[in-house]
């Protein structure tokens, strides 16, 4: 079956209000020219700060050739909880999606697999889409665990989920030792860890589920490099840090995107 491939730019802790600007200009100058059917899924995932003037950049504009993402939320409606987000303020201000369990938040602000999963639940109860990140250190790895922490990591993020929340959710496997090292896993190996994950997903959901979602790989994706990753059965996508950061290289990751038949 034929899944859209998503090309998505997770900006990160990165670009002010009109830097973000400019390079959703950069990016919608490419793809105003090429009609829907031609394109993946475009998402951006700016700062909270940026998402408002992207936002605002996107509605002048009246596509939604590209569709905007949050970082993070908090899995609470509203209330005292001093710097975090709600799901419901990322839809009103544009978002489609919210990034969720990225490795950087898990390692630096203690994130755990129970908090993904009711950041999970949030975002679909809210109208959203999850993009669920998972990936194993470098230790891991070499210790061949990989297999078991990331099954893990996907079982507890997905519980609870009903089949049809599964199915519109989309995972991003993202090894840890390839995010911003300029060391691509090897496009084989991420295609035998994401076929892993969608034999898992399909365990605790369903068959249509598993063959549904749309699992990216990152870490270190380049323009060189996403045509061989998409290329492969079950590598439906990328989510790009530092690619992304600029209209020339995110462009090129979407045109050479294109030249692969899916
Ligand atoms: P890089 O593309 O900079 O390796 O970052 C990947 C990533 O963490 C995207 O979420």
Redesign the pocket.
């Known amino acids: 079956m034929s899944r859209k491939p998503i090309i998505?730019?997770?900006w990160?802790m990165n670009l002010l209000q009109d830097e973000g600007r400019e390079l959703f200009e950069g990016i919608k100058s490419l793809v105003s020219g090429l009609s829907e059917s031609q394109l993946p899924e475009i998402v951006v995932?700016p700062t909270f700060t940026t998402i408002g003037v992207v936002s605002a950049a996107k509605a002048s504009w009246g596509s939604d050739k590209i569709k905007i993402a949050g970082q993070n939320c908090h899995w609470e409606s509203s209330g005292a909880y001093t710097g975090e987000i709600s799901v419901e303020m990322l839809k009103d201000a544009g978002c489609d999606y919210v990034?969720i369990g990225?490795?950087?938040r898990r390692q630096y602000f203690s994130e755990t697999d129970e908090m993904i999963n009711k950041k999970a639940k949030a975002i679909l109860a809210g109208g959203l889409l999850p993009i669920i990140?998972c990936g194993e250190t470098l230790e891991q790895r070499e210790a061949g665990v990989t297999d078991e922490h990331i099954a893990s990591q996907i079982r507890a993020a997905l519980k609870g989920l009903t089949n049809e929340e599964i199915a519109k959710s989309v995972i991003?496997y993202?090894p840890i030792w390839?995010?911003?090292?300029?060391k691509?896993c090897d496009s084989v190996e991420a295609n035998r860890v994401i076929a892993m994950i969608r034999r898992v997903v399909k365990e605790v959901s369903s068959e249509e589920a598993g063959n549904a979602i749309r699992i990216l790989y990152?870490?270190?994706?380049?323009p060189s490099t996403i045509e061989e990753q998409l290329s492969q059965s079950d590598i439906d996508g990328?989510?790009?840090?530092?690619?992304?950061l600029k209209a020339d290289s995110f462009n090129e990751i979407i045109t050479n995107s294109m030249k692969v038949a899916v």
């Open positions: 998505a730019g997770n990160k995932a990034i990225h490795s950087e990140c991003a993202e390839a995010i911003g090292t300029g691509t990152g870490g270190s994706v380049k990328g989510l790009i840090g530092g690619a992304s």
